[in-house]
């Protein structure tokens, strides 16, 4: 008897899941396995259901054989253990992003004589509808909020990418990369800067863009993605209206707010000392944070302390001390700034934090210290990178010489070859 290996990675089942099992049982064995969490979230849609749960809905189909789990997207670990004699998978591998992961698991049934079955993928209306269903069920309040925990849980760290509108929400929701371990990658979840928000509407930094504004830009990005959102929530403003802004993020499915411990006119912190800034008092800012845990409704939800201290020059120890403090007033996670050229300064505060605190996540932001690497990041015990303004960024200097270049020629020719073509736009944004 031969074995076929089929892996599935979603928590419905659909016609299209049905059919590649036919035509896996007509060659032998069928043993389905389900991809671990941690690899689902690398290269496809989030998990609304735990593996066990879905294990057992593939241990309910008929024609299934044995479910076993797979924790590696580019079946290694499946091929060395089982040395299936086929591997049926939809043939819509044989492009995109997932054709690298053809093209590795080919090679690897080379070695023994194995082959692969590419099933016509199945486009109909049922499997479009569950599909949908599926996206907007990762759209819902209540699944994108607890989002941003279970990835702290499931990742070694939350790869974090500012979205500033709908189409930079896009961006960070769709773009997948080979990364260098030849699996997939992308980005978990999405930091609605303060600044690249009132750069977007041409304003300053200081908390001159009000919550209503801030929360319709919110609105535009989760009409259109399914990844958590992290607000940068400045300083939190008045205690008094920090809680009511708690009940809305919750109540929108807003993940996380990061408030600073500053007070006054909040300027940004990469001005650093070049501008006066004033720091909120532990005292202060640890009831601002215990006000907001009192307000929140749900579990879910996450209020992270930021702190200024080495932006201000402050000190080592007034940091920690602050960090010890705001965790010990309620707060769900410590940010650490810091505006040096090197990490130095943000690894001696995790370093110290976590001799202490072994489960606090820390979140950093290294838009100065740029040199430093993700997995650096997480051997320090950092849990959530965020890329806080690089797509605003990118984004400004090609639309400024974009201007000039039109108004020199007097026509749009001669930008033209920079320009994205407009068939790519259409795929990027989804029609109902
Ligand atoms: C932001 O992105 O608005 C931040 C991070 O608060 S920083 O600009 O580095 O202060
Ligand atoms: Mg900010």
Same mark, same amino acid.
């Given at each position: 008897?031969?074995?076929?290996?089929?892996?599935?990675?979603?928590?419905?089942i659909?016609?299209?899941?049905?059919?590649?099992?036919?035509?896996?049982?007509?060659?032998?064995?069928?043993?389905?396995?389900?991809?671990?969490?941690?690899?689902?979230?690398?290269?496809?849609?989030?998990p609304?259901?735990?593996?066990?749960?879905?294990?057992?809905?593939?241990?309910?189909?008929?024609?299934?054989?044995?479910?076993?789990?797979q924790?590696?997207? #580019?079946?290694?670990?499946?091929?060395?253990? #089982?040395?299936?004699?086929?591997?049926?998978?939809?043939?819509?591998?044989?492009?995109?992003?997932?054709?690298?992961?053809?093209?590795?698991?080919?090679? #690897?049934?080379?070695?023994?004589?194995?082959?692969?079955?590419?099933?016509?993928?199945?486009?109909?209306?049922?499997?479009?509808?569950?599909?949908?269903?599926?996206?907007?069920?990762?759209?819902?309040?209540?699944?994108?909020?607890?989002?941003?925990?279970?990835?702290?849980?499931?990742?070694?760290?939350?790869?974090?990418?500012?979205?500033?509108?709908?189409?930079?929400?896009?961006?960070?929701?769709k773009?997948?990369?080979?990364?260098?371990?030849?699996?997939?990658?992308?980005?978990?979840?999405?930091?609605?800067?303060?600044?690249?928000?009132?750069?977007?509407?041409?304003?300053?930094?200081?908390?001159?863009?009000?919550?209503?504004?801030?929360?319709?830009?919110?609105?535009?990005?989760?009409?259109?993605?399914?990844?958590p959102?992290i607000?940068?929530?400045?300083?939190?403003g008045?205690?008094?209206?920090?809680?009511?802004?708690v009940?809305?993020?919750?109540?929108?499915?807003?993940?996380?707010?990061?408030?600073?411990?500053?007070?006054?006119?909040?300027?940004?912190?990469?001005?650093?000392?070049?501008?006066?800034?004033?720091?909120?008092?532990?005292?202060?800012?640890?009831?601002?944070?215990?006000?907001?845990?009192?307000?929140?409704?749900?579990?879910?939800?996450?209020?992270?302390?930021?702190?200024?201290s080495?932006?201000?020059?402050?000190?080592?120890?007034?940091?920690?001390?602050?960090?010890?403090?705001?965790?010990?007033?309620?707060?769900?996670?410590?940010?650490?700034?810091?505006?040096?050229?090197?990490?130095?300064?943000?690894?001696?505060?995790?370093?110290?934090?976590?001799?202490?605190?072994?489960?606090?996540?820390?979140?950093v932001?290294?838009?100065?210290?740029?040199?430093?690497?993700?997995?650096?990041?997480?051997?320090?015990?950092?849990?959530?990178?965020?890329?806080?303004?690089?797509?605003?960024?990118?984004?400004?200097p090609?639309?400024?010489?974009?201007?000039?270049?039109?108004?020199?020629?007097?026509?749009?020719?001669?930008?033209?070859?920079? #320009?994205?073509?407009?068939?790519?736009?259409?795929?990027?944004?989804?029609e109902?």
């Amino acid at each position: 008897m031969k074995t076929v290996y089929v892996c599935f990675c979603t928590d419905v089942i659909h016609d299209g899941h049905l059919n590649i099992i036919e035509h896996a049982k007509q060659h032998g064995k069928v043993v389905v396995g389900c991809l671990s969490d941690k690899e689902m979230i690398r290269c496809t849609k989030f998990p609304t259901t735990s593996e066990e749960e879905r294990m057992e809905l593939y241990r309910s189909i008929d024609g299934v054989d044995e479910v076993v789990l797979q924790d590696n997207m #580019l079946y290694d670990d499946i091929i060395n253990k #089982l040395h299936p004699d086929f591997i049926v998978h939809g043939d819509n591998w044989k492009d995109g992003p997932e054709k690298t992961i053809r093209t590795h698991v080919e090679k #690897l049934l080379a070695e023994y004589g194995g082959e692969i079955i590419d099933v016509p993928y199945t486009y109909n209306e049922n499997v479009k509808k569950v599909d949908d269903r599926l996206r907007e069920k990762l759209s819902m309040p209540e699944y994108r909020r607890k989002r941003l925990r279970q990835l702290i849980d499931m990742t070694p760290i939350v790869k974090t990418m500012e979205a500033h509108s709908g189409i930079t929400g896009l961006i960070v929701e769709k773009t997948v990369v080979e990364s260098e371990d030849g699996k997939l990658d992308q980005f978990d979840a999405m930091w609605v800067s303060s600044l690249c928000d009132s750069t977007a509407k041409g304003k300053p930094d200081i908390e001159l863009v009000d919550m209503t504004s801030r929360l319709n830009t919110i609105n535009d990005i989760m009409e259109v993605t399914t990844k958590p959102i992290i607000l940068d929530g400045d300083t939190g403003g008045l205690t008094e209206h920090f809680v009511y802004n708690v009940r809305t993020l919750e109540r929108m499915g807003v993940s996380a707010v990061i408030i600073e411990d500053k007070t006054g006119l909040k300027k940004n912190s990469l001005f650093g000392t070049e501008v006066i800034q004033t720091q909120d008092s532990i005292e202060n800012f640890s009831a601002k944070i215990a006000a907001g845990k009192k307000a929140q409704l749900s579990d879910d939800f996450m209020i992270i302390a930021r702190i200024e201290s080495l932006i201000l020059e402050r000190g080592m120890d007034d940091a920690l001390e602050r960090a010890f403090a705001f965790t010990a007033a309620g707060a769900d996670g410590i940010m650490i700034h810091s505006r040096k050229k090197d990490p130095a300064e943000i690894f001696e505060f995790c370093d110290k934090f976590r001799e202490k605190d072994k489960k606090t996540p820390i979140v950093v932001v290294p838009t100065s210290f740029n040199q430093v690497t993700e997995e650096e990041l997480a051997s320090h015990g950092v849990n959530i990178v965020i890329y806080a303004n690089q797509l605003m960024r990118a984004a400004f200097p090609v639309m400024k010489s974009t201007a000039e270049d039109i108004l020199r020629a007097h026509r749009a020719k001669e930008v033209d070859s920079r #320009l994205m073509p407009f068939k790519d736009i259409i795929r990027l944004i989804d029609e109902i």
